[in-house]
C-alpha cells in the first residue's frame, strides 16, 4: 500500500515519514481549516481548530473512497509554531483519533496569516489508494 522511506543510517523521525512511496489512485485534499461543515469556528483554541481540520480531510478522503491510512503527505501552515509546539500532545492525541499512523510525508510551516481572519492551522492531504 504506501512504504516509508527512510535512508540507511538515519534516525527515525517521530511524528512523520522522510518520503513515502505508494502507488494507486491519487487524491489531492485542498487546504482544510478548522471549522466545521457550516463553516463556522467552534473554538479559537489551536488543539481544536487542527483536530476540527484533520476531521475535515478525513470527511474529504471519504467522498473518493479512500481512509486515513491512504494519506501519503501533508503540509500543515500554522500561524504561531510557538502556539502549535505548546499543542503538540492534544494535537498528537487527535492526529492518533483520525489519522492512526505517522508514516506520511509531513512538513509544517510557519505562516503570517491565513486567508479566513480567526484560522489558526490550515493542513493539506494528498492520499493514495492502492490499485
Known amino acids: 500500500m504506501k512504504r516509508p522511506l527512510l535512508p540507511a543510517g538515519w534516525p527515525k523521525p517521530r511524528g512523520y515519514a522522510n518520503g513515502v512511496a505508494a502507488r494507486g489512485t491519487q487524491i489531492f485534499v ?4 478548522g471549522w466545521d461543515e457550516e463553516a463556522q469556528f467552534r473554538s479559537d483554541a489551536f488543539a481544536d481548530q487542527a483536530r476540527q481540520a ?7 478522503l471519504r467522498e473518493a473512497g479512500a481512509r486515513p491510512e491512504h494519506i501519503v503527505r501533508m503540509t500543515w501552515y500554522v500561524t504561531d509554531k510557538r502556539e502549535y509546539l505548546a499543542a503538540g500532545r492534544d494535537i498528537g492525541q487527535a492526529f492518533r483519533e483520525l489519522i ?11 505562516v503570517a496569516a491565513l486567508i479566513e481572519d480567526r484560522a489558526k492551522v490550515e493542513i493539506e492531504a494528498t492520499a493514495v489508494i492502492p490499485d
Not at 484533520?54 to 474529504?60: G, R, S, T, Y
Not at 492512526?100 to 510557519?110: C, L, N, R, T
Open 54 to 60: 484533520l476531521a475535515n480531510i478525513v470527511a474529504v
Open 100 to 110: 492512526g499512523d505517522y508514516d506520511i510525508a509531513m512538513s509544517a510551516v510557519q
Open 30 to 33: 485542498a487546504g482544510q481549516i
